[in-house]
C-alpha cells in the first residue's frame, strides 16, 4: 500500500495540478484492488497473445527474412488492450461509481470536476502504457516481437494519444448508459464488433465487403491500430510518425469529450439507488416517532 | 454562545421563498428562514415533506424553481469549489470506494479541501478509532454512516449539513453521534440537519422548522414548540356514533377542540376536568359506554403529528367543533 501523507491542520489551497496527479494515483489504487477488472482488462488480452501464439507460425517477408507472425497480431492486440483498459474500463467503472453514490459524494467536494474526470483519463492512459509494456515484453520475450529504437517515440506517442482519446469516450460512454448494470453490454457490443473491423485479431481477407471496410475507416480503432502498427510493420520504410491517423483518433476524443461534457450525471438514475427522502427509507415514521418520550 | 455569535454576524444562511416542483408536485412551496452563525438547526417533517430537497438546494445539488438562498454569502446554484470547500455534507444515499481502506478515505478526500481536521481525531470524534485501516465494505451499516459524518467534517467545514445523520443507527450509535454534533457545536460549527426523530431533534437543535408538503408549519425552539400545545390535554373515548347528529350537541357544549374519526372521539382542551365532566354526563344521558376511555397529556411527538397531521392524513371525515 502507497504511504499515505497526512496534512494535518494546515491550511493549504490544494493546486489543481496537484489535485489532479492525486486522482490519477487514487484511480490506480482503486484499479488495483480490483482483481476482477484487473484480469480482464490486463490477463485477459494476453491470453489472446498466448492462442494466437499457438495458432500462427512464422511468416516470411521475402528477401529470405522469416518473422514471426507475433509481429503482426501483438501490436494489434496491444491497442485492443488500451481500448480495453480506457473505453470498456472506465465506462463500465465510472457508471457503476454513479450508481453507488461515489460520484455524488465526490460532486460535494470542493474537487473541481474537470480534475476528477482529468484524474480518471489520466488513471486510464497509465493503465493503458502498463498493459501494452507488459503484452510487448511478452511477446518480445516469447515470440520474438521487435521495434526499431527509432521507433519508440512514435509509438509511444500513439499509443498515449490513442488512450487517451478512448479514455474519453469511455467517460461518454458512462455519461450516456443509464445504468452501471447495462454498462457492460453496450460497452461489449460496441467494442468488439468494433474491433473485428478494425483489424485487431485478424486482418479483413482480400476482398472485405464495402461496408466492413468503410466501418473500419470510419470508427477510431483502426485509425488507432494502423498508426500503431506502422512502428512494428517489417515491410514500412520510413518515418513511423502518421500525423494523420493520430488527427482522426484525436478528433474522436474530442467528439467523446463533448458528449461526456454535455450528458455527464453525477447522480443515480432514479431506481438504481438514489433519490432522496422519497426513496427506500420511506414508510417508518409512525414507528421511528414512538422513540420519543415526553 | 451561539446568540452571542449571532449579535454581531451575519446570518450563516438565509433562505426567502424557496420553491421546487416535481412535475405537478410541489415539493417545496415557499420556505423562508435563517440560521444564525453557530446554530443547530433542524428541518423536521414525515418522509416526503420536502427536507431533502430543501437541504440539496442549500448544498448546491439540486436547483431550485423559486426564492432567493444564500449560504456563508453564496448562492450554492452556482455552486462554486470556494463554497464547496467551506461546507460539509452528509448526503444520504452516498457511496464510497470499496476498496479504500478509511484512512485512506479519508485522507483521499480531505485532500480536496484547503482545510482539514486531523484524520485521527475525526476518527475519534465518529467513534471510528481503531478502524481506520479497515476496507470500507467491511464496515456494517452504521459503521458506513460514520464514515459520511467523518467525510463530512473532514474539510472543517463552517456550515455542515446532515441529511438523516442517524437513519439506520442503533440506539447507541445514536446517542454516541449526537454527542458527536455536541462536540461540533462547542467548536462553534454551523449545523443544518433533517430528521424525522422527535427526540433527536429535541436532544441536538437550537431551533427548529417543522415542515409538512413542503410548507413551514411551526418554528420555535424545541420547548416553545412543546411549550405551545403543553397546556392541552387529550380526551379520548370510542363509542357507537348515533345517526340522529347528537354528537353535535355534545360538540357544541366543549371547551376544547374535538375531532371524531369513525367511531373514535379525540378532545384536546385547557378544562379537561369541565370536559370530561360534560362528556361523560352526555354519555350517562344516553345510557353510552364510553369505551377506551382515556386522559392523556400529549407528548412531543402528538404535537408533531398534530401539526403536520392535516398535510398527510388519509383520513378525510375529520369532524371538528367547539
Given at each position: 500500500m502507497a504511504a499515505v501523507a497526512e496534512h494535518t491542520g494546515t491550511d493549504r489551497v490544494p493546486s489543481p495540478l496537484g489535485q489532479m496527479v492525486r486522482q490519477i494515483s487514487y484511480q490506480n489504487r482503486v484499479f488495483r484492488r480490483v482483481p476482477i477488472s484487473a484480469f480482464f482488462t490486463l490477463a485477459f488480452p494476453l491470453m489472446f497473445l498466448l492462442l494466437f501464439g499457438a495458432i500462427f507460425d512464422e511468416v516470411s517477408i521475402g528477401g529470405g527474412l522469416e518473422v514471426d507472425a507475433a509481429q503482426f497480431y501483438a501490436p494489434g492486440l496491444a491497442v485492443f488492450t488500451a481500448a480495453s483498459a480506457t473505453y470498456t474500463n472506465i465506462g463500465i467503472s465510472t457508471a457503476i461509481a454513479r450508481d453507488e453514490g461515489i460520484l455524488r459524494r465526490i460532486r460535494s467536494t470542493p474537487l473541481p470536476r474537470w480534475c476528477y474526470l482529468g484524474g480518471v483519463v489520466g488513471s486510464g492512459v497509465c493503465i493503458a502504457v502498463f498493459g501494452v509494456a507488459l503484452m510487448l515484453a511478452v511477446g518480445a520475450a516469447v515470440y520474438g516481437v521487435d521495434v526499431e529504437p527509432d521507433r519508440i517515440a512514435p509509438a509511444a506517442v500513439t499509443m498515449v494519444v490513442g488512450s487517451a482519446a478512448f479514455a474519453m469516450l469511455g467517460l461518454a460512454l458512462a455519461a450516456v448508459v443509464p445504468s452501471g448494470q447495462s454498462s457492460p453490454a453496450l460497452a461489449q457490443a460496441t467494442m468488439l464488433p468494433m474491433a473485428f473491423v478494425s483489424d485487431v485479431f485478424v486482418p479483413l481477407g482480400d476482398d472485405p465487403a464495402r461496408w466492413l471496410v468503410v466501418a473500419g475507416d470510419v470508427l477510431p480503432l483502426k485509425a488507432f491500430v494502423k498508426a500503431f502498427f506502422t512502428a512494428f510493420d517489417p515491410y514500412h520504410t520510413g518515418s513511423a510518425w502518421e500525423p494523420w491517423l493520430l488527427l482522426r483518433i484525436g478528433l474522436w476524443g474530442v467528439l467523446g469529450a463533448v458528449v461526456a461534457a454535455r450528458r455527464f450525471r453525477w447522480e443515480p438514475s432514479v431506481g438504481t439507488g438514489g433519490g432522496g427522502?422519497?426513496?427506500?427509507?420511506?414508510?417508518?415514521t409512525g414507528s421511528q416517532l414512538g422513540q420519543s418520550t415526553d | 454562545m451561539a446568540s452571542l455569535a449571532a449579535v454581531s454576524a451575519s446570518p450563516a444562511l438565509t433562505v426567502s421563498g424557496l420553491g421546487k416542483s416535481y412535475g405537478d408536485v410541489r415539493a417545496v412551496d415557499g420556505l423562508s428562514f435563517q440560521v444564525e452563525p453557530g446554530e443547530v438547526f433542524a428541518l423536521l417533517?414525515?418522509?416526503?415533506?420536502g427536507k431533502s430537497t430543501t437541504v440539496e438546494i442549500l448544498e448546491g445539488h439540486r436547483s431550485r424553481d423559486a426564492g432567493t438562498v444564500e449560504v456563508l454569502g453564496h448562492d450554492?446554484?452556482?455552486?462554486?469549489s470556494a463554497f464547496r470547500d467551506r461546507i460539509g455534507i452528509v448526503l444520504q444515499e452516498v457511496g464510497i470506494e470499496r476498496e479504500l481502506t478509511v484512512r485512506e478515505a479519508l485522507v483521499h478526500y480531505g485532500a480536496c479541501y484547503s482545510r482539514r481536521r486531523p484524520v485521527d481525531e475525526v476518527l475519534e470524534l465518529v467513534g471510528l478509532a481503531g478502524l481506520g485501516?479497515?476496507?470500507?465494505?467491511?464496515?456494517?451499516g452504521g459503521q458506513k454512516r460514520r464514515i459520511d459524518l467523518a467525510l463530512g467534517i473532514i474539510g472543517d467545514p463552517d456550515v455542515l449539513f446532515l441529511d438523516?445523520?442517524?437513519?439506520?443507527?442503533d440506539p447507541s450509535a445514536r446517542r454516541q453521534a449526537w454527542e458527536m454534533v455536541d462536540g461540533l457545536r462547542s467548536l462553534g460549527t454551523t449545523i443544518v440537519l433533517t430528521s424525522h426523530y422527535m427526540d433527536e431533534v429535541q436532544a441536538l437543535a437550537d431551533r427548529v422548522l417543522v415542515i409538512a408538503g413542503g410548507r413551514a408549519v411551526a418554528e420555535g425552539t424545541p420547548d416553545e414548540l412543546r411549550g405551545s400545545m403543553d397546556r392541552e390535554t387529550a380526551i379520548r373515548a370510542r363509542f357507537p356514533l348515533e345517526a340522529d347528529g347528537t354528537v353535535d350537541a355534545l360538540l357544541g357544549g366543549l371547551a376544547g377542540r374535538a375531532t371524531v374519526r369513525g367511531d373514535r372521539l379525540e378532545l384536546r382542551t385547557e378544562q379537561p376536568t369541565a370536559d370530561l365532566h360534560r362528556l361523560t354526563e352526555w354519555a350517562l344521558e344516553r345510557g353510552l359506554e364510553l369505551d377506551d376511555l382515556e386522559v392523556v397529556r400529549p407528548t412531543l411527538e402528538d404535537v408533531y403529528l398534530d401539526l403536520v397531521g392535516d398535510d398527510?392524513?388519509?383520513?378525510?371525515e375529520d369532524g371538528s367543533g367547539g
Open positions: 427522502s422519497r426513496g427506500r427509507r420511506s414508510g417508518g | 417533517g414525515p418522509n416526503g415533506a450554492p446554484e452556482a455552486a462554486s485501516d479497515r476496507r470500507t465494505h467491511r464496515l456494517s438523516e445523520p442517524t437513519t439506520g443507527f398527510t392524513g388519509a383520513d378525510g
